[in-house]
């Protein structure tokens, strides 16, 4: 498909969640904006993860779904919406909630009529092929935002994501983040927390990996629930401060950008760093989808017949020799040495 070099195309991104999808999907607006320039570029996603699309230079609007409101709100939204007359449609979440939009805002789409639409597979035959039969037909290696914007090849988009920062973070939020962290400014930010507990990197190793650097200040950061984020402090208390709960994802991403580098298991906030351009160390487990892709990220693996078992790493654990051993076999002192080579400096 030729560029277009008028502002005559208007493009709707649908993406609701979760926060980790969202931050990887941020390369899509700009993506698309490299094949359309001058393109109106829209958004919806949910209200909650807003603030993160907030600033970015290729998104015209953002549309806020507010769950509450249910699927009548949803509908109020979509007849709102038809009045932007889009050209283009991407479906990056597939959900009952997006095929509810894309079919009422292209009603006859069916008979080729109305907006240009992609909507991005779920891939549900390779993910079976992977996870019970053990047959990998994904390319290699994974990557998060590949499988994001391979889909719009069609449209002439490339695959490969354009250069961070790819996140814009508010003068607010980054002002909120330095006020929160005082003199931890600059810091190392470790985030040993996840979504399940297969994907965490064991609690006792992050522990471990503070005490190798006595003359070093760490912030941790996590969630209201991560209430074990408090045991890891305790290993030095007096240079490490503990942020689970007390920081908004705007402002955890900005506490992110005011570091020196982030220590972070296979979560959200990996993919802030990954889109500001941040050093950091990838800690990857059980799961395969969320993989970063960008040189300033170093992954850290355990190559196993058994990885990855499951799509989110919601396991059991398969390993039948090690429990955990994806992680476990990754030892503090290996992480301390890649902080050092981050750092320029030897062990």
């Given at each position: 498909m030729p560029?277009?070099?008028?502002?005559?195309?208007?493009?709707?991104?649908?993406?609701?969640?979760?926060f980790g999808d969202v931050v990887q999907s941020l390369s899509l607006p700009s993506a698309l904006a490299q094949t359309f320039p001058g393109a109106e570029i829209h958004w919806i996603t949910r209200q909650d993860m807003a603030p993160l699309l907030q600033n970015h230079p290729h998104i015209s609007r953002i549309w806020q779904l507010d769950r509450k409101k249910?699927?009548?709100?949803?509908i109020a939204l979509c007849k709102e919406m038809r009045q932007e007359n889009f050209t283009h449609i991407y479906d990056a979440h597939n959900n009952t909630r997006s095929r509810v939009i894309s079919l009422m805002l292209r009603p006859l789409g069916m008979f080729g009529m109305g907006p240009q639409f992609i909507r991005r597979s779920i891939r549900r035959w390779k993910r079976f092929l992977l996870f019970r039969l053990r047959v990998n037909t994904f390319e290699m290696?994974?990557?998060?935002?590949?499988?994001?914007?391979?889909?719009?090849?069609?449209?002439?988009?490339?695959?490969?994501?354009?250069?961070?920062?790819?996140?814009?973070?508010?003068?607010?939020?980054?002002?909120?983040?330095?006020?929160?962290?005082?003199?931890?400014?600059?810091?190392?930010?470790?985030?040993p927390s996840a979504a399940y507990f297969l994907k965490r990197?064991?609690?006792?190793?992050?522990?471990?990996?503070?005490?190798?650097?006595?003359?070093?200040?760490f912030v941790l950061l996590g969630g209201p629930e991560d209430s074990f984020l408090e045991d890891i402090r305790s290993a030095a208390p007096d240079r490490v401060l503990n942020l689970a709960g007390k920081c908004s994802l705007a402002v955890s991403s900005g506490v992110v950008s005011l570091s020196r580098l982030?220590?972070?298991?296979?979560?959200g906030l990996l993919h802030v760093a990954e889109q500001?351009?941040?050093?950091?160390?990838?800690?990857?487990?059980?799961?395969?989808?969320?993989?970063p892709c960008r040189p300033s990220t170093?992954?850290?693996?355990?190559?196993?017949?058994c990885r990855p078992c499951s799509k989110h790493g919601q396991g059991p654990c398969v390993n039948k020799a090690r429990f955990h051993q994806c992680l476990v076999d990754i030892t503090p002192g290996q992480v301390a040495i890649q902080i050092k080579a981050l750092q320029g400096k030897s062990l």
């Open positions: 560029k277009m070099t008028e502002k005559t195309a208007k493009i709707l991104i649908i993406r609701f969640s979760a249910g699927m009548k709100g949803l290696p994974f990557s998060g935002q590949r499988d994001l914007l391979e889909p719009l090849q069609p449209w002439g988009v490339s695959k490969l994501p354009p250069p961070a920062p790819q996140i814009f973070l508010s003068p607010e939020s980054v002002e909120k983040a330095r006020e929160v962290l005082g003199s931890y400014e600059g810091a190392i930010a470790l985030a990197w064991p609690k006792e190793y992050w522990k471990e990996l503070i005490l190798i650097f006595p003359n070093e200040k982030l220590v972070v298991n296979d979560t500001l351009g941040k050093r950091t160390i990838a800690l990857m487990g059980p799961a395969p989808f969320g993989f170093k992954v850290m693996e355990i190559n196993l017949p």
